[in-house]
């Protein structure tokens, strides 16, 4: 009977400690392709209605911004699209879009980075890649951009699917939903903005089964698949009428698999 209850101690106590394996109900806002520029008046305006938009939202976690973020890679821009977001009253991270990088143009991604930071002092996320957790959910932000030569072809590097095969594993007993600009089903035919040679990113996530979606924008149009227990996410741009951004809520039952339900919702109201 002692034993009984020093293990039913120690099960609670992992519970309630909160180590991944039990995760809570969550909700995020995802903003696809803003492409944001200063010689844009619309865009301004439209980044500005949405950040209003979302902060009157309840209960987001945060906000993650699936690249394309500026349209075109140039320090001004992206300065001025970070003072913009700053303006958001939850957290906020970015994913590099085709648009976003181009290191012979002086903004590579590492000065990407240096630049949100230096203006967002709570910024975090330090490398191209990186780990995301709230609620006993992890979120992988992945990288698929070209910095030497851009173009809208994704490429994930073996580096980056190694990465990502790693946090799986590290992982393994926690719910993971990955963050990216590049969807690996393209969500319509369009083979100048397909994925190059998906095959080993698929193949490495069928070694898993932790992952429960793949959130992505790059196409501009809105499609949900499932595929092999995978939930693949493609988002419209925020620029594109009616403006919109997507709001996703995942739902967790105990001895059930977390349910997500997604929501478009206009960045201004009609």
Do not use: C
């Amino acid at each position: 009977m002692k034993r009984f209850f020093i293990n039913l101690f120690i099960f609670l106590t992992l519970i309630l400690s909160g180590n991944g394996t039990f995760a809570k109900d969550i909700k995020f806002i995802q903003v696809a392709d803003a492409h944001y520029a200063l010689n844009n008046d619309y865009s301004k305006e439209v980044l500005e209605k949405a950040v209003e938009k979302i902060n009157k939202e309840k209960d987001v976690a945060f906000v993650i911004f699936t690249g394309d973020n500026i349209n075109r890679p140039r320090e001004e821009d992206l300065i001025a699209f970070v003072r913009e977001v700053n303006k958001l009253n939850v957290p906020y991270y970015l994913a590099f879009g085709d648009h976003d990088v181009y290191k012979h143009g002086g903004l590579s991604k590492a000065n990407y980075i240096k630049i949100v930071k230096d203006n967002h002092f709570f910024y975090k996320p330090k490398d191209n890649n990186y780990v995301i957790k709230k609620n006993g959910f992890v979120f992988l932000v992945v990288d698929g951009a070209k910095e030497v030569i851009p173009g809208s072809i994704g490429y994930y590097k073996d580096s980056t699917i190694e990465w990502v095969d790693k946090q799986l594993s590290k992982y393994k007993k926690s719910p993971v939903v990955i963050l990216q600009h590049f969807p690996l089903l393209p969500p319509k035919d369009k083979k100048t903005h397909k994925v190059y040679k998906p095959e080993k990113y698929l193949e490495m996530l069928e070694q898993h089964n932790n992952v429960i979606a793949i959130v992505s924008g790059h196409f501009h149009v809105n499609k949900e698949t499932m595929q092999n227990g995978i939930y693949h996410i493609s988002t419209p741009s925020l620029l594109a009428e009616p403006n919109n951004y997507k709001v996703i809520d995942i739902v967790t039952t105990p001895g059930f698999s977390p349910m997500i339900y997604t929501e478009l919702k206009p960045a201004a109201e009609k």
